[in-house]
């Protein structure tokens, strides 16, 4: 196919257009909208993403996962970036504004490099969202997305890290006046490496198998005899198996200990004790408020005789 100017032609920048039409009409994207490619506000871009994995499972994976569940990844990123995005063969053929090209083809590459659309899905609906808002249009939106690891810390970088919140936390009680926070590694005992004694020499050959059977005998013993053995010896932790199996279920049927129940005797020596601890506890009360009533009416008799 190629593409000519003709007389009538007023716009040249027309031959790029008409260039891109026939790219993606190479690529399956339907006529209809293929042509919508010739508006000035549409441009579009065909990302590969053949060459980015090697292996065939993963790539087919990793690609469907960009289109997502009956179709709704793909649908989320087209209502978001406003383009229309088809996934052909080893190729991602994309239509929209030149800005949202840029984030489709990000959100593509990133995907095939095994990090997941859902992500930069959601920074663009945060984004969406604030740029609503007329009073964060000089402001940076840094603090509002989400921060995503990109890969785990080594154990230098991760304490490092630890080291440095420990500085600052110190820093921060120092100033305060309080004693410094001591980390849980400085509390524990560190346990002393022996250092290893060189030798020159290499370490004592371990015996092979061979060698423990001539040790023990076995090596001699006839082909019958052996399996004799062999039957003996599982037989017996045969039987230890069942033992121990037997003596767990038995556990459950053992009966509680119980409390002894009190004879008649002791029923009443309980009884009596308790009768007599009773009349002790009466007789106190009614002493007590004797006391009491006779010490009102001195003090009353007392008033009267100042009076």
């Known amino acids: 196919m190629s593409v000519r100017t003709t007389r009538k032609t007023y716009d040249p920048y027309i031959i790029l257009k008409a260039r891109d039409m026939i790219k993606l009409l190479a690529r399956g994207v339907a006529v209809t909208q293929a042509v919508k490619i010739l508006n000035d506000d549409v ?11 090697r292996n065939k499972e993963r790539f087919v994976k990793r690609r469907q996962r960009i289109i997502g569940p009956d179709g709704s990844t793909l649908k989320a990123i087209e209502l978001l970036t ?3 995005v088809l996934v052909q ?5 994309v239509m929209g504004p030149h800005k949202s090209l840029k984030e489709v083809r990000r959100i593509v590459l990133d995907c095939m490099k095994n990090i997941h659309p859902i992500y930069r899905i959601k ?4 984004k969406r969202e604030l740029a609503k808002d007329p009073k964060l249009a000089n402001e940076s939106w840094d603090r509002f997305l989400p921060k995503f690891r990109k890969n785990h810390l080594k154990t230098s970088e991760k304490t490092a890290k630890k080291n440095e919140k420990l500085e600052t936390k110190n820093a921060a009680r120092a100033a305060a006046g309080l004693e410094p926070a001591v980390s849980s590694s400085s509390t524990l005992p560190k346990e002393e490496k022996k250092k290893k004694i060189y030798t020159p020499f290499p370490p004592a050959q371990q015996p092979r198998k061979v060698d423990l059977q001539l040790e023990s005998g076995e090596y001699f013993l006839k082909k019958h005899e052996k399996e004799a053995k062999e039957a003996e010896q599982r037989k017996q932790k045969q039987a230890e198996t069942t033992q121990k199996r037997q003596s767990e279920r038995a556990e459950a049927f053992v009966a509680p200990a119980e409390e002894a129940v009190l004879t008649v005797e002791e029923k009443l020596k309980k009884r009596k004790r308790r009768e007599t601890m ?3 506890m ?6 007590g408020v004797e006391k009491s009533k006779s010490a009102k009416k001195k003090k009353h008799k007392h008033k009267l005789g100042e009076a």
């Open 282 to 287: 009466d007789d106190e009360e009614t002493e």
């Open 43 to 53: 441009s579009c871009d065909i990302i590969k993403i053949g060459n980015i994995v």
């Open 89 to 93: 063969g080893s190729t991602v053929s």
């Open 82 to 84: 406003q383009c229309y």
């Open 123 to 126: 920074e663009l609906m945060i």
């Open 278 to 280: 009773e009349t002790e």
